[in-house]
């Protein structure tokens, strides 16, 4: 499996003012040493509650935001590391697609002209063969030569999102970074966006980083998942194990809450105690601790290290840093 994307030690720290007259200067950890890789053309997912971290990091491999510490390396080669200039070349390669198509789609533009736009700005293509582009991407994504005449808002979202896809994908991207790509849809057109956004990654070899609040969405669609919690990594695994036997009390958390679809299996959802803690005042240790069922008393003040539990199994939790307690959960 080659690596296509590999996030070092990834950090993402916010400054704020806090306190009562908000002259104490603080920051958020939005995003706190995080690390994972993703293989070509797989799909990896991040999940995790509003909040943890998994935007900001999408936005930072893309150097929408500059990172506060680390590395990310794409096809070997670090993007921090290029000018601003050539930056923009690789930028190509790296496409985003967000999830409101409204907001990030020019409203004057007919879509025509928002499908152009990319291929000039990239000069990819003279303005006579970018019409030639423009008709077969939209038919790829299921838009008629007759539809591209017409504005963003005289489509539906998920019409609208097929025009951010077809943006996102004429300039022939190899990853795609997809933050909450179908979460504002109905759950119908959930499924038929979902679906495309399969069968393009087929067609066009395509890397997904698919960010997702969505655990049923992203079980769906994902090779891979990492879950997040207070801008860490608590978890990495192949979709399947993730699922089936997750390690970390978070996740374990998170699935429980899912609605099994086979009646069969009784599932206890496990309830957590106190909401996720303010980001720019983390607790002690784990961060999870607060809100851990299995929570000891090392969890409060030594923070437990993400490390590769099983084979592709990484996990962030003092349960499983010797053979024996690995045993317990
Ligand atoms: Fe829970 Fe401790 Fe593991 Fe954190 S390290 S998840 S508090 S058991
Ligand atoms: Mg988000």
Known sequence: KNIVLEVNHLKQYFPIK??????????????????????EQETFSLVGESGCGKSTTGRTILRLLEPTEGDVFYNGRNLLDYSKRDFRKVRRDLQMIF????????????????????????????????????????????????????????????????????????????LVILDEAVSALDVSIQAQILNLLIELQKEFKLTYVFISHDLNVVRHVSDRVGVMYLGQMMETAATDTLYERPLHPYTQSLLSAIPSHDPSVKKKRIILKGDVPDPSNPPSGCPFHLRCPKVHDRCKIEKPIFKESEPEHWVACHLYDNEELSLQP
């Not at 806090?18 to 293989?39: P, Q, Y």
């Open 18 to 39: 806090t306190g009562v007259l908000r002259r104490t200067t603080g920051r958020v950890k939005a995003v706190d040493d995080i690390s994972f890789e993703v293989h």
């Open 99 to 174: 999830q409101d198509p409204y907001s990030s789609l020019n409203p004057r533009m007919t879509v025509k002209q928002l499908l152009i736009e990319p291929v000039l700005t990239h000069k990819l293509a003279s303005k006579k063969e970018a019409e030639k582009m423009v008709i077969a991407i939209a038919e790829k994504v299921g838009l008629s030569t007759e539809q591209i005449n017409r504005y963003p808002h005289e489509f539906s979202g998920g019409q609208r999102q097929r025009i951010s896809i077809a943006r996102a994908l004429i300039v022939k991207p190899k």
